[in-house]
């Protein structure tokens, strides 16, 4: 798949395995769209993006603030046609701990952002990716899905 001219989504863009795939993607020719909670975060890949000679724009908000999605996808539409690529990176890990003490108001933010999210990602930009000739949706997760750790219940 050619990136030339495309649009892609990375959640989670600010750091880590968001900004290396942000920052690749760039390099191949897309415009990257990244949303992330910390701006700062995303302002320093935004700006090696470009260095790059890339092109990128960034959308910071928390994707468990309930609404957010629906705006950010609204938004989103308002300056392109379609979505060629959604990568879905973000995920939180919350505390490492035996589940009995697992505080529940943590839980409740880690199923939100770690599974809600998700698919609230995937309905609201479903429009985008089904306008674009040859879209795909890349859901990132971890090798703790197929070998689970001690205390991390919660993830």
Known sequence: MSLKG????????????????????GAAGAHVVLTA???KG??????SIHDSGGSA??????????????RLANAV????????LLVLNAAMLGSLTPVPHIDPKELGRVMTLN????????????????????????????SVGRTPRAYWGAY
């Open 77 to 84: 539409a308002g300056r392109w046609d379609a979505l060629d």
């Open 115 to 142: 599974v809600s999210a998700q698919a609230t990602m995937i309905a609201a930009f479903d429009t985008m990716l089904r306008a674009s000739s040859d879209a795909r949706v890349i859901g990132l997760t971890s």
């Open 57 to 70: 724009t960034i959308a910071p908000l928390d994707l468990t603030d309930g609404d957010s999605i629906g």
């Open 42 to 47: 995303l302002e320093t890949v935004e700006e």
């Open 37 to 39: 909670r910390t701006a």
């Open 6 to 25: 495309k649009t892609v989504f990375i959640t989670g863009g600010s750091r880590g395995i968001g900004a290396a795939t942000a920052q690749a993607l």
